[in-house]
């Protein structure tokens, strides 16, 4: 913590650093085999806790963490379940929890961010930049707190998100911008403007096309600008191809500006509040090495078929709290089929309609699932495919395992011996 004369009080103030929980790897997603993909871990458990953890590998070793916590907003989030449904009707949609926003008091709230913020500050490399996103409810408190941690010196950036949308408020103007705090850790720092620049308005255009134009040093037209600190992006709700459902998903071309600006390819970015994974998303398709964490089984789910769409991107790891036991609430079951060296496995005894993914291992161990085949459904479709095949390099006999999920992010794994050739 740096030595300032101005930090922010309050009672009971507190920086929790817990003992690092034990992380065990449950699932290998095989999906085209990088030699980076061991970097990629998608994280199931406490975020304090995970970061404690790894800290012993990824100290000072982060490039770029993108935190979008809870907003002190004190309320209860829900995710869509559904699909095909009337958007203008939610009282009809299928829903289950997503995420509480509800405190004890402020007190309680601060002293959770706070000791996420001075975890982040640790892992994060000295060339490394922290982009903390949240709203009006308590970003003025943050920025008091990313000063005393960074020290005042390191701000970089406030960013204003703009976007349009509908609004119960009718007693002040709405509340139609989120605050995004820009921090690095030092004054070397990656920031790639020309990867951000963005087109003149037409009229800056028209303007300097004229010859009498005299304002000094001409513009160059066709590089274009770089941006300003405040971002016009549509909010996900108007952008039908990338809704997830997840109550509080960010657009994709807010985070693609992020990595592309404060990451070079290769670099690892972080987000210990992944929710449905679009910082994930995006740095993978950026070709950025990536961490990504959540407490809840249904962002984690989310995550993962949000990656299993991609998966030209290429593979990852999934990782558990050992002390989260895996309950498999569904109960599938799998008709398997042999002719010589090929197999099919089908699925059955499940509601078809509420399933979002069918993954196989074709030579299971019994401890480390290896989702080599998958079947998963689009946001906006229908039924998945539930019958998958698999040819064997040679005879023998196999354990083939089946995993199914639904939208809720319940569970199934299922086994079944064969024999081919």
């Known amino acids: 913590m740096k030595n300032e004369e101005l930090v922010l009080q309050w009672k009971g103030k507190q920086a929790v650093i817990p003992a690092p929980l034990q992380l065990v790897q449950t699932a290998a997603i095989l999906l085209q085999e990088t030699p980076e ?17 790894l800290l012993a590998e ?55 961010l706070y000791s996420r913020l001075r975890l982040m500050h640790t892992l994060l490399a ?61 004054k070397e720092y990656t920031f790639n403007a020309d990867a951000v620049r963005v087109p003149y308005q037409p009229s800056t255009v028209k303007t300097f096309s004229s010859p009498k134009a005299g304002f000094g040093k001409r513009p160059d037209l066709e590089r274009g600008k770089v941006p300003e600190d405040w971002w016009y992006f549509p909010v996900v709700a108007r952008l039908h191809s990338e809704r997830t459902g997840y109550p509080t998903q960010k657009p994709e071309a807010l985070l693609e500006r992020i990595i592309l600006a404060s990451s070079n390819p290769g670099d690892l970015v972080a987000d210990f509040f992944c929710g449905s994974g679009t910082s994930i998303a995006v740095a993978r398709r ?34 558990v709290d050992k002390a989260i036991r895996n309950h498999h609430t569904l109960r599938p079951r799998i008709e398997v089929t042999t002719k010589n060296l090929h197999v099919e496995a089908r699925l059955s005894d499940l509601d078809l309609d509420a399933l979002t993914a069918f993954e196989l291992d074709w030579d299971f161990d019994g401890r480390l699932f290896r989702s080599e085949t998958q079947s998963v459904r689009g946001w906006q479709q229908g039924r998945i495919a539930t019958r998958l095949g698999h040819s064997y390099p040679e005879a023998g006999n196999y354990m083939v395992a089946a995993r199914a999920v639904d939208a809720e992010g319940q569970t199934g794994l299922v086994t079944e011996r064969v024999h081919v050739g």
């Not at 993108?66 to 299928?94: C, I, M, Q």
């Not at 930049?129 to 020290?151: C, K, N, P, Q, S």
Request: glycine share 8%; proline share 4%; aromatic share 12%.
């Open 126 to 186: 000295d060339s490394g930049t922290l982009y903390l996103h949240l709203d009006w409810h308590a970003a003025a408190y943050a920025r008091v707190l990313l000063d005393e941690i960074f020290g005042p010196g390191h701000l970089l950036n406030e960013i204003i998100w703009t976007y349009h949308g509908p609004s119960p408020i009718r007693s002040a103007f709405k509340r139609k911008h989120d605050t995004i705090y820009v921090y690095t850790k030092s």
């Open 37 to 53: 993909q061991d970097s990629q871990r998608l994280i199931q458990g406490e975020n304090l806790g995970v970061m404690s953890a």
């Open 58 to 112: 990824y100290g000072s070793k982060i490039d770029l963490i993108y935190a979008d916590p809870p907003f002190l907003s004190g309320k209860s989030y829900r995710v869509r379940t559904g699909h095909g449904e009337d958007s203008r009707r939610p009282e009809n949609w299928k829903t289950a929890e997503a995420f509480q926003d509800q405190w004890n008091d402020r007190g309680d709230y601060l002293n959770m």
């Open 286 to 319: 950026l070709r950025r090495r990536w961490l990504a964490c959540d407490g809840s089984s249904v962002a984690i789910n989310t995550t993962r078929r949000r990656l299993l769409l991609e998966p030209e991107a290429g593979g990852f790891s999934v990782w």
